[in-house]
């Protein structure tokens, strides 16, 4: 008598295979739907821009391109005037940059349009933008998460650590920091042995020790707690 394949094992097993590739074939057509409408918007942004600088077509332009483009695709939603000005302003903000790359261009459309809309609302550089649009790739950031390490500054708080590195303090032969808490990524003052918990957190420094190996005459040359603290603007 053959079992019920919904009680079969290799049936069941098989199966679940089965969903989890419908699953990432959805999501990869998914990824290229968005690269290929960002890829649009970041050329229908050049051309805004271009036409905008060289025919007199007065400040009805996107309000009349946003009628017409929504009359013949009323089914698209990006055609509106305010989404219009967003992709304006997309390709103006990057476009400060003298020379901008097929590279930075492909980031930017591999990441959701809700995403870049965020990135050049809250970053005062390009710079500052690049950093969280590879930052989302890299850590899969969603909007709220990426929201959250905006406002909580968290390119800021990583330049003020790698300063710390370029400061006149002797590299002595084996410092030992230990990092609990939160932490941006590792602090390149000296040699540090570091324990970390999460990477995307600001830093908290609860020990600062040296091994006895230390010659005495670098220790007082070190940064001292209040030093680091200081240094990081208080936000430890």
Same mark, same amino acid.
């Given at each position: 008598?053959?079992?019920?394949?919904?009680?079969?094992?290799?049936?069941?097993?098989?199966?679940?295979? @089965?969903? $989890?590739?419908?699953?990432?074939?959805? !999501? #990869?057509?998914?990824? /290229?739907?968005? %690269?290929?409408?960002?890829?649009? &918007?970041?050329?229908?942004?050049?051309?805004?821009?271009?036409?905008?600088?060289?025919?007199?077509?007065?400040?009805?332009?996107?309000?009349?391109?946003?009628?017409?483009?929504?009359?013949?695709?009323?089914?698209?939603?990006?055609?509106?005037?305010?989404?219009?000005?967003?992709?304006?302003?997309?390709?103006?903000?990057?476009?400060?940059?003298?020379?901008?790359?097929?590279?930075?261009?492909?980031? @930017?459309? $591999?990441?959701?349009?809700?995403?870049? !809309? #965020?990135?050049?609302? /809250?970053?005062? %550089?390009?710079?500052?933008?690049? &950093?969280?649009?590879?930052?989302?790739?890299?850590?899969?950031?969603?909007?709220?998460?990426?929201?959250?390490?905006?406002?909580?500054?968290?390119?800021?708080?990583?330049?003020?650590?790698?300063?710390?590195?370029?400061?006149?303090?002797?590299?002595?032969?084996?410092?030992?920091?230990?990092?609990?808490?939160?932490?941006?990524?590792?602090?390149?003052?000296?040699?540090?042995?570091?324990?970390?918990?999460?990477? $995307?957190?600001?830093?908290?420094?609860?020990?600062?020790?040296?091994?006895?190996?230390?010659?005495?005459?670098?220790?007082?040359?070190?940064?001292?707690?209040?030093?680091?603290?200081?240094?990081?603007?208080?936000?430890?």
């Amino acid at each position: 008598m053959d079992i019920p394949l919904q009680n079969n094992t290799e049936y069941k097993n098989w199966l679940k295979d @089965l969903k $989890q590739k419908v699953l990432q074939s959805q !999501l #990869k057509a998914a990824v /290229k739907v968005n %690269s290929a409408l960002l890829e649009f &918007y970041w050329e229908l942004g050049e051309e805004i821009v271009q036409r905008q600088a060289q025919a007199c077509w007065g400040d009805g332009f996107l309000k009349q391109l946003s009628q017409d483009l929504m009359a013949e695709f009323p089914d698209m939603k990006g055609f509106s005037e305010r989404n219009l000005k967003y992709i304006r302003q997309w390709v103006v903000f990057y476009s400060n940059e003298k020379a901008i790359g097929q590279q930075l261009v492909a980031q @930017l459309t $591999q990441i959701s349009w809700g995403h870049n !809309l #965020k990135i050049i609302a /809250k970053c005062q %550089s390009i710079e500052e933008a690049v &950093y969280y649009v590879q930052n989302t790739l890299d850590n899969g950031w969603s909007r709220s998460v990426l929201t959250h390490q905006v406002e909580s500054a968290l390119w800021q708080r990583e330049g003020k650590v790698r300063r710390m590195g370029k400061g006149p303090y002797p590299c002595p032969s084996n410092p030992r920091v230990i990092i609990d808490g939160h932490v941006v990524p590792p602090l390149p003052i000296l040699h540090f042995e570091y324990a970390l918990s999460d990477i $995307q957190k600001p830093i908290g420094v609860s020990e600062y020790q040296l091994t006895q190996s230390l010659p005495e005459n670098l220790q007082s040359k070190l940064p001292s707690i209040e030093d680091i603290e200081n240094e990081l603007g208080g936000d430890l």
